[in-house]
């Protein structure tokens, strides 16, 4: 802070000063961005012809919120205390818009919410005092954190396992054999599918360090292997599984040959061009792929050779059943867990190994690797070559789980989902993907249930729509919050003594 | 002058060019089987260059790099492996490698020619041992079977990376860092990080280690430490060192032959004694009035021709 004049104004004051003075300029600044776009509005009139209409009040409510947000970042210092602050700011707009705006007057909502707005509000500013004081007491360096024992992360890991395995059991008791479907298939299936690809890249982006923006293409060759394969020389799911493995790690060899020289973005920008080119030719080889109609009717999956059928020859009737579709759904369920849990243990045997090191330490230095006498065009390939494979194994498991597969499945967005689930869980951490997949897929399944939303806004409101703008307010506070996913910290992959973790902002991004 | 008897490392008429600039101009210098061997030079002279193309970092424009990593290299055996497009051959006189051939990674895995770097490159997010264990890849690539039986848990592997901590033990233990094994790498302290680094590269059993300014940035009492390490290096573990080095308390103390670089052209070679009294070497680094560099050249020409 400049040092005042003779002027007896202490500090405090001069801060007051500073913010009112900070806050009128971005009102300012923001009557004049708003002026046109909010206050001034066109919209068609009874003859279809547009004509001029105001929304002062627009303007005035963006105003005052600007301001007021302005007010707090210049007030206040500490993080916590700008996010109270921020948060009651918009709890309280949020509260005098629902009565002014929508119209809605139920007191107890209007009423509560700018009072709670208010008071988060007020409360910021002891809790920012204390905080800085907080701050300026404790400069000590944070202890890195120290990792589970390896018994304590083995029973955890099979604590989780043994849950997991339970999972479609009791969800089967619990809802019956409709209700459970929903969770079985929508949550748990769709979960360990994106937990699969997540560890998959995980090898590639989070190991490597290689930015492969383009995953989705070997999840599609995966699923095409399978379905063409099967419908076209009746082979049995488990003969193609390990076909679609070894052709996805051909494609991986194949992008991973011309990327080889390239770095970072333009790493980042080939792998997406190569996600594209496979979906485009998807689409338009129609003698091989069917184009846009896609392939229909690939065999369904068989409890190794019994198909789940009704009737005679049945899983069912195999084993006494009464006939229900949910048995299929319960298989496909423990499939994919053990496709997933067969990928977790590969990758994590894989960092022990020489070449998951190389990997790492690919990651770290490259030019220190080639002067260690390790081929980093070899270990780039296998990173591509071992993230395809199972990339390639989830692709024929979704192949037989839906029984249709067209070029729609795999575009770009795919792709960056799974790259956000990586990124969000931690680059090269396993149990962080894992955390991330439930959080995201799951997270946005149950963004679906927001009914009670209905309540406020009236009956035409439609909740659904708006789950992505939510969730992507929630990646971008997360981001905020944990820049380096969830997990951030390293696990050594050996030591002598005790294991340490190795702290986030040591540990390399990787170039590419 | 085993720089001359035994010599392992030929470089000969070594250009390297960027465009227009002669980094390194027609360089021809030996390094001897044993010794310390030091290129020193003013800053900007091109001695990283040379360590570059040495280590296959960089291509040089010209010349023959030629290195016997066990026994002698003859001349006509080393004659007679350029004519052919080889890169390696097991000739009479022993194994010979051209380097300006070879990609960097061979030459550090296979001509077992290791190196440090001016700005340490260490693996900062990896610990210490880990760090050491990344240094034997090869080897224990080899052991798991290229990953192949290591990931079905089937062969010797195990055993070969229980040897793997065990030399990773020693050299720690010879750098003063086994309490810090399980700690990351880029939480060392500076010099710690610089003994790391010679050690990492020691674990690949080099035959020439080259260290690209190991004093840099080290106080006087670590100088002296990293003095006592690379004699050891030298004498008992029988590692033939090519360093640069700007300290002159290093490079007079422990070398056995030096090389002077200027501008990119050799304007010395000698033993220490010899080198710390030329009259070329005395002006390029310390500067001299311009008359007197004028006659100290003269001076040596005249005394080149008689």
């Known amino acids: ?512 | 002058m085993r720089w001359q008897s035994d010599p392992l490392l030929h470089v000969e008429h070594l250009t390297m060019r960027f465009g227009g600039i002669l980094a390194v101009n027609d360089l021809s210098f030996t390094a001897g089987r044993g010794d310390i061997t030091a290129l020193i030079g003013p800053n900007g002279a091109g001695k990283t260059t040379v360590f570059n193309c040495i280590t296959g970092f960089y291509k040089p424009t010209q010349g023959r790099i030629a290195f016997a990593r066990d026994g002698r290299a003859d001349e006509t055996d080393v004659a007679a492996l350029t004519q052919t497009a080889r890169r390696h051959a097991r000739m009479a006189s022993g194994d010979i490698y051209l380097l300006e051939r070879m990609p960097d990674f061979e030459i550090s895995g296979k001509a077992k020619v290791a190196r440090t770097f001016q700005n340490i490159r260490l693996f900062q997010g990896m610990t210490v041992l880990e760090n050491l264990i990344v240094a034997q890849h090869n080897p224990l690539m080899q052991a798991s079977g290229w990953t192949v039986l290591g990931l079905l848990g089937v062969g010797p592997y195990r055993a070969r990376e229980r040897d793997a901590i065990e030399k990773a033990k020693f050299w720690l233990n010879k750098i003063n860092l086994l309490e810090r094994a399980d700690d990351a790498a880029g939480d060392l302290p500076y010099g710690d990080q610089r003994r790391l680094e010679i050690a990492r590269a020691m674990c690949m059993d080099p035959v020439l280690l080259c260290l690209d300014e190991p004093a840099a940035g080290l106080n006087p009492r670590e100088t002296g430490d990293l003095n006592t390490l690379l004699c050891m290096l030298r004498d008992e573990q029988n590692t033939s060192l090519l360093l640069i080095e700007h300290d002159m308390n290093v490079v007079m103390q422990i070398s056995d032959h030096v090389v002077v670089l200027d501008y990119g052209t050799k304007i010395a070679d000698g033993a220490p004694a010899a080198i710390r009294s030329d009259p070329r070497v005395i002006a390029a680094y310390l500067g001299v009035a311009d008359e007197d560099e004028a006659q100290a050249v003269a001076g040596e020409r005249a005394g080149e021709r008689t």
């Open chain 1, 1 to 512: 802070m400049p040092a005042g004049h003779d002027t007896a104004t202490s500090p405090a004051t001069q801060r007051l000063n500073n913010a009112l003075r900070e806050a009128g300029l971005a009102a300012l600044i923001s009557a004049g961005l708003s002026f046109p776009i909010l206050a001034l509005g066109a919209e068609p009139d009874i003859n279809n012809q547009l004509a001029l209409q105001t929304r002062w009040s627009w303007m005035f409510a963006a105003i005052i919120i600007i301001a007021c947000a302005r007010f707090f970042a210049v007030m206040l210092d500490g993080w916590r205390a700008r996010t109270l602050a921020m948060a009651g700011l918009l709890c309280a707009a949020f509260g005098f818009g629902t009565w002014y705006f929508a119209g809605i007057a139920e007191p107890k909502i209007v009423g509560g919410t700018i009072v709670a707005g208010l008071i988060a509000m007020l409360a910021a500013f002891p809790i920012d005092t204390s905080e800085s004081r907080a701050s300026i007491a404790a400069k000590a360096p944070a202890r890195p954190a120290t990792i589970l024992s390896s018994t304590a992360t083995s029973l955890i890991a099979t604590a989780g396992i043994g849950a997991l395995i339970a999972f479609p059991l009791a969800m089967l008791w619990w809802f019956g054999s409709a209700g459970s479907l929903k969770w079985i298939n929508n949550y748990g299936i769709q979960i360990l599918i994106f937990v699969m690809l997540g560890w998959g890249l995980n090898i590639v982006v989070g190991l490597a360090g290689l930015l492969d923006l383009g995953y989705v293409a070997f999840y599609a060759v995966g699923a095409y292997a399978y379905a063409l394969l099967a419908t076209q020389f009746d082979l049995s799911f488990w003969i193609c599984l390990p076909l679609a493995g070894i052709m996805a790690a051909f494609w991986g060899i194949l992008l991973g040959f011309p990327v080889l020289r390239l770095r970072g973005d333009y790493l980042a920008l080939v792998t997406l061009a190569f996600g594209e080119i496979i979906h485009l030719v998807l689409t338009n080889w129609s003698d091989l792929t069917n184009g846009e109609a896609g392939i229909l009717s690939i065999p369904r999956v068989t409890f190794f050779g019994v198909p789940f059928t009704a009737g005679e020859g049945g899983f069912a009737h195999l084993f006494g059943l009464e006939f229900s579709p949910i048995h299929r759904t319960i298989f496909l369920f423990y499939l994919i867990l053990a496709l997933a849990l067969i990928t977790n243990f590969a990758t994590l045997r894989l960092r022990r190994l020489p070449i998951g090191r190389a990997w790492e330490a690919l990651r770290e230095d490259e030019i220190a690797c080639r002067s260690l006498g390790i081929n980093t065009t070899n270990t780039k390939l296998t990173a591509f070559a071992l993230g395809a494979m199972f990339g390639g194994f989830a692709g024929s498991f979704f192949a037989v789980r839906q029984g249709f597969i067209n070029p729609n499945s795999f575009t770009f967005m795919e792709s960056a989902w799974i790259l956000a689930i990586v990124v969000l869980g931690g680059m090269g951490s396993q149990i962080g993907v894992a955390l991330a997949a439930i959080v995201m897929v799951g997270g946005t399944e149950a963004l679906r249930e927001l009914d009670f939303l209905k309540q406020l806004f009236g009956q035409d409101f439609n909740p659904v729509q708006y789950r992505m703008l939510i969730f992507g307010l929630a990646m971008v506070v997360m981001m905020i919050w944990r820049p380096r996913g969830f997990v951030s910290t390293r696990t050594p992959s050996i030591f002598l003594k005790e294991r340490k973790a190795v702290a986030a902002d040591l540990v390399g991004e990787g170039y590419g």
